[in-house]
């Protein structure tokens, strides 16, 4: 392990667009001193190989290259967290860490409730993670060292969580440039359902309601600056996204209720020709994002 390294032996589950950065940036960083990688599809894995984000490939917990592993970090669907775990946790070392990168909480910390009888003391070593960074693109080509740079990763350990545990996975990503935050889950789903769940749902709703529309391609076609900005997160995986809007549906529909109002607001500013309401609508709107910065 080099003199930096936080991690000697890294096991990826999942080699795409997020967990393919955190292997790509961990070794730019020299914060790891080997990574295995897997996938539920080995030519994924192989191709991780082949593009430098992995130190090897393990074609699943069967695999004795595991028993030394130090560290997870899992970056794949939430859904998919309980069934892999279930799999791989019996052969990997008792006091190895694991982290993941997902975008919904509350449900992660129910599911590790399910599993502490099975596996007593998981809930000391598994922290909850979630880098506020990605993009429409996904797969292990779409992996990037410089993704995490500057940008916020939230931990929402729990009251189990080992102090020392927790101090190496916030020591990790501090190291490949995230910004840190502490939040608890359900605080963390309800922000997340607002200003990243629900823009969203919303770009992958609008995109199909024009293409219902029997010119809906043709008009596509001559979209602008616009229709690009609104749209570009309609191109991210559609997997990931149901498993999302799934896992935080509590939170969603309730933001989903609040959106629904304020555009019943503006359709009946517009319907009956009040623009007094629609120029407070879009004026309140507008104040706000001309001012928002992006930290």
């Given at each position: 392990m080099g003199k930096g390294a936080?991690?000697?032996?890294?096991?990826?589950?999942?080699?795409?667009?997020?967990?393919?950065?955190?292997?790509?940036?961990?070794?730019?960083?020299?914060?790891?001193?080997?990574?295995?990688?897997?996938?539920?599809?080995?030519?994924?894995?192989?191709?991780?190989?082949?593009?430098?984000?992995?130190?090897?490939?393990?074609?699943?917990?069967?695999?004795?290259?595991?028993?030394?592993?130090?560290?997870?970090?899992?970056s794949?669907?939430?859904?998919?967290?309980?069934?892999?775990?279930?799999?791989?946790?019996?052969?990997?070392?008792?006091?190895?860490?694991?982290?993941?990168?997902?975008?919904?909480?509350?449900?992660?910390?129910?599911?590790?409730?399910?599993?502490?009888?099975?596996?007593?003391?998981?809930?000391?070593?598994?922290?909850?993670?979630?880098p506020i960074a990605g993009g429409e693109s996904h797969g292990p080509s779409a992996a990037a060292a410089d993704?995490?740079?500057?940008?916020n990763c939230v931990l929402c350990p729990l009251p189990q969580t080992n102090a020392a545990g927790l101090k190496k996975v916030e020591n990790f990503w501090a190291g490949i440039g995230a910004k840190l935050s502490t939040m608890n889950a359900m605080d963390h789903d309800e922000m997340f359902g607002a200003v990243s769940h629900l823009p969203h749902l919303l770009a992958f709703s609008y995109v199909s309601s024009v293409l219902a529309h029997p010119k809906g391609a043709e008009f596509m076609k001559e979209g602008g600056a616009g229709y690009r900005d609104f749209t570009r997160i309609a191109a991210s995986s559609p997997e990931m996204w149901a498993d999302i809007f799934q896992n935080n549906s509590e939170a969603l529909l309730s933001m989903l209720s609040g959106?629904?109002?304020?555009?019943?607001?503006?359709?009946?500013?517009?319907?009956?020709n009040d623009r007094a309401t629609l120029e407070r609508i879009l004026g309140q709107a507008s104040e706000y994002r001309s001012h928002w910065k992006h930290n």
């Open positions: 936080i991690f000697n032996r890294m096991l990826a589950i999942g080699v795409g667009l997020i967990g393919g950065s955190v292997c790509l940036a961990a070794k730019k960083k020299g914060l790891v001193g080997h990574v295995l990688g897997y996938s539920r599809k080995l030519e994924t894995a192989h191709e991780a190989l082949g593009l430098g984000i992995v130190d090897e490939c393990i074609a699943g917990p069967g695999d004795s290259n595991l028993r030394n592993v130090d560290a997870v970090v899992l794949i669907p939430v859904r998919q967290y309980k069934q892999v775990l279930t799999r791989f946790l019996p052969v990997l070392p008792p006091n190895c860490l694991i982290f993941d990168a997902g975008s919904t909480k509350s449900d992660v910390a129910l599911m590790l409730n399910d599993l502490e009888q099975q596996f007593p003391g998981l809930k000391s070593r598994f922290v909850l993670v979630h993704l995490f740079e500057g940008r959106f629904e109002s304020n555009i019943a607001s503006l359709r009946t500013a517009i319907e009956s």
